[in-house]
């Protein structure tokens, strides 16, 4: 129950396509639900957060779509670049921070 | 603003060692918490503190432990180091408990 599953393992986009990104979580308590980018030798970067109180957020070419009752949210980048490759996890918390429970990851890679 | 810092960044021990990783988190941050990133298990939740106290705790045995200071730096120490206690061991510190989580560039731990 604690468990977010991410897909797909990894996703090739061409420049200028849409990158979608799909997480699933069992525990209802979840009330927290962030995006971290990972580029190669650093660590997560908190890249766009939602609760589950609005279905959708959007900040720049990222927007994450949030589906309650069907307990996925994902994340969609717009337009993707080059300097988009990285690898991207979901994550889920209670009370919004404290303990976070990543997904296994998603490489992403942008091909020019 | 800085952001979170740890030290070492790299770090070659011996199996049966013990390590202790340093991590000073943002400054006016009061929380940090501690998580494992290796290929085959993902990030997973080490612990987490506030005012010196640990608030939360993921399931790693007893070898794992970890502190906060008062000036809000936390130091984890991992003794009697085993072959899969390598990884990439990051901190991420919140303004305060249940809020965004910012992380560090990791130390990575190699125990031969």
């Known amino acids: 129950q604690q468990q977010v599953k991410q897909s797909p393992q990894s996703l090739i986009v061409q420049k200028g396509g849409i990158s979608i990104i799909n997480c699933a979580y069992e525990n209802t308590a979840f009330d927290y639900f962030p995006w971290y980018q990972q580029f190669p030798g650093k660590g997560p970067a908190l890249l766009i957060a939602i609760r589950p109180d609005v279905s959708e957020k959007k900040e720049g070419r990222f927007t994450i779509s949030f589906n309650k009752s069907a307990k996925q949210f994902s994340l969609h980048i717009m337009d993707s670049q080059p300097g988009d490759s990285a690898t991207y996890f979901c994550?889920?918390?209670?009370?919004?921070?404290?303990?976070?429970?990543f997904g296994q990851g998603t490489e992403l890679s942008v091909k020019p | 603003k800085a952001g979170v810092t740890q030290t070492p960044r790299y770090l070659i021990k011996t199996r049966g060692q013990q390590v202790t990783l340093s991590c000073s988190p943002i400054?006016?941050?009061?929380?940090v918490s501690w998580y494992q990133q290796t290929p085959g298990q993902g990030l997973q939740f080490l612990f987490e503190?506030?005012?010196?106290?640990?608030?939360n705790k993921g399931n790693f045995p007893g070898r794992f432990s970890g502190r906060q200071f008062s000036n809000s730096r936390s130091e984890m120490n991992v003794s009697t180091l085993e072959l899969g206690d390598s990884a990439l061991y990051l901190c991420a510190s919140s303004l305060r408990v249940n809020y965004e989580q910012y992380f560090g560039p990791g130390t990575r731990l190699t125990v031969t």
């Open positions: 400054s006016g941050h009061r929380s």
């Open positions: 994550a889920a918390s209670r009370n919004q921070g404290g303990k976070l429970i």
């Open positions: 503190y506030f005012s010196e106290t640990q608030r």
